[in-house]
Nanobody, 126 residues
Framework: QVQLVESGGGSVQAGGSLRLSCTVS????????MGWFRQAPGKEREGVAS????????NYADSVKGRFTISQDKAKPIVYLQMNSLKPEDTGMYYC??????????WGYGYEYNSWGQGTQVTVSS
């Protein structure tokens, strides 16, 4: 059974930092695309960052480049999202997701992620 479990969300003031974790089980973790997505109230879910497990390549949404860093644990099936310089517009539910590797680890039409966690809430106050 595939399980992706997020943790690390919370409430911070603008300019603060949080680190999200996604623990993966029951999924062929080797050479898989792992992504972080978020959804703000009343808005569509959007991709934030992604990586290929066992590789160094990463992808970021323009809105988080230079502030967020996606990484993976070297020994355990855990993917992190380090979020610095948080802004109120970063507020939302953050989800970890996985898919089979093809066409890089981009997201969007034709590159849908199909395994999802339950999400962790991030709230940034001004």
């Amino acid at each position: 059974q595939v399980q992706l479990v997020e943790s690390g969300g919370g409430s911070v003031q603008a300019g603060g930092s949080l680190r999200l974790s996604c623990t993966v089980s029951g999924y062929p973790y080797s050479k898989a695309c792992m992504g972080w997505f978020r959804q703000a109230p009343g808005k569509e879910r959007e991709g934030v960052a992604s990586l290929l497990t066992g590789d160094t390549g990463t992808n970021y949404a323009d809105s988080v480049k230079g502030r967020f860093t996606i990484s993976q644990d070297k020994a355990k099936p855990i993917v992190y999202l380090q979020m610095n310089s948080l802004k109120p517009e970063d507020t939302g539910m953050y989800y970890c997701a996985a898919r089979v590797y093809y066409g890089g680890c981009r997201w969007g039409y034709g590159y849908e992620y199909n395994s999802w966690g339950q999400g962790t809430q991030v709230t940034v106050s001004s």
